[in-house]
């Protein structure tokens, strides 16, 4: 069974797996992320009717399957659709929930994916930021931008607080020291793979010094971009 559980008032993760949340205002819900398939999102849904039976909107961190494959059992129930930034910019997209809550969207430029998309509760100092920020595992590259993605990252930082509770796509609930250690991880690979591309060295060796495991791939991508014309 999905449960979620209360980070801060009206803001609920799901305990396992990729994090989905719901953001509780006065007259709408905002669900974050629909997990993998219908299975999954049924279970979700089960959850957030659990804590609320306001109308609800939906809107997804990124593309990918894990985090947006349940969207049409959202879609059944009525849920809408959040209109979205589609490029990157300081200027965030509000969602009025009621009751002075509002959820600001941002996308801060290419990461993860072409697409990551952050939501920040600024009532409840809470950022929910998608797979932008990896906790209990190494990011993954596969479809990433490895040499775009600590701009993006640190575009979002002057966001947080000391007290700001950071909901990443998987693992545990992190803070704003955890987003600036890996923020110098993944500088420091973009370091590793531009100095790599200058000396000429094969990617399999620049993915052994990076902060990371498995980043060849990131290393292969960022070779690739840099010479892209």
Not at 14 to 37: I, K, N, Q
Not at 169 to 174: A, F, I, M, N, Q
């Amino acid at each position: 069974m999905t449960v979620l559980r209360e980070i801060a008032a009206g803001v609920h993760v799901t305990r396992h797996g990729v994090r989905a949340t719901l953001v509780v205002g006065d007259d709408l819900a905002l669900v974050v992320d629909t997990l993998a398939d219908e299975a999954q999102a049924r279970g979700l849904l089960a959850a957030v009717r659990r804590v609320t039976a306001l109308p609800l909107v939906v809107v997804n961190t990124h593309e990918h399957a894990g985090h947006c494959g349940g969207n049409a059992v959202f879609a059944a129930e009525g849920a809408s659709r959040v209109a979205v930034p589609d490029h990157a910019g300081p200027a965030p997209v509000p969602v009025p929930l009621g009751g002075g809550r509002v959820v600001h969207l941002r996308h801060a430029g290419r990461g993860h994916s072409a697409g990551d998309l952050v939501a920040l509760v600024p009532d409840a100092d809470v950022a929910v930021v998608g797979d932008l920020v990896e906790q209990g595992g190494p990011p993954r590259f596969d479809d990433a931008y490895p040499l775009e993605w600590p701009d993006t990252l640190a575009a979002l930082q002057p966001a947080l607080t000391g007290q700001t509770q950071v909901v990443p796509g998987h693992g545990t609930v992190v803070d704003a020291a955890f987003v600036r250690a890996q923020h110098e991880q993944l500088a420091a690979l973009a370091w590793l793979i531009r100095d790599g591309d200058t000396d000429g060295a094969p990617a399999e060796r620049v993915a052994e010094r990076s902060p990371f495991e498995g980043s060849l791939t990131a290393v292969r991508r960022g070779y690739a971009q840099l010479h892209k014309p």
